[in-house]
């Protein structure tokens, strides 16, 4: 059986992941205002994999017989000025996660779940990839972002990015 503590902190990382999402979609129609549809996309792609991480944490507790609890998502507080805000709030946000990953798995280390441990494996991956990402987003845009010729380069870049859904077995 799911250790209580470990359950609750994933079904508060539901939230947090949906929350992710509910910013990423902030960050995407801020784009849209500014006229960089490549980065308003590769934000609404970001925003559906938060979804999923979402949805992965709900089947991992279902399957554990654990019930899920739904919360209110806040508001995106992120305040966005210029194009590189949405990059580094991003970074910020980004860091953050890995941390309420890392408190997550703790816990299981704790609890000697081990099987939640191997399934938390995939997502502290993940959170490697996603802070190497925001991070590279913030390095491109403060090399190109200032010429509009690069920024409509960066953007088309952007622009190519699919959604492919996550490949966790549970």
């Given at each position: ?100 990953i890392h408190t997550i798995y ?65």
């Amino acid at each position: 059986m799911l250790d209580k503590k470990v359950a609750d902190l994933l079904n508060t990382q539901v939230n947090k992941e949906f929350y992710s999402a509910y910013l990423y979609l902030q960050f995407a129609n801020f784009y849209v205002e500014k006229g960089l549809n490549g980065f308003a996309n590769w934000y609404r792609v970001q925003a559906q994999e938060e979804r999923d991480h979402a949805t992965l944490m709900i089947q991992y507790l279902q399957n554990n017989d654990m019930p899920v609890t739904f919360e209110a998502i806040d508001k995106p507080d992120a305040s966005l000025q210029t194009v590189m805000d949405p990059l580094k709030a991003g970074l910020v946000h980004e860091q953050y996660v890995t941390g309420l990953i890392h408190t997550i798995y703790d816990a299981a280390y704790q609890a000697k779940d081990f099987r939640t441990m191997q399934y938390l494996d995939w997502f502290v991956k993940e959170q490697g990839e996603e802070e190497t990402n925001a991070s590279d987003l913030v390095k491109k845009m403060e090399l190109f972002g200032s010429d509009p010729k690069s920024l409509y380069m960066l953007d088309q870049e952007m622009a190519a990015r699919v959604y492919a859904a996550p490949s966790l077995i549970l």
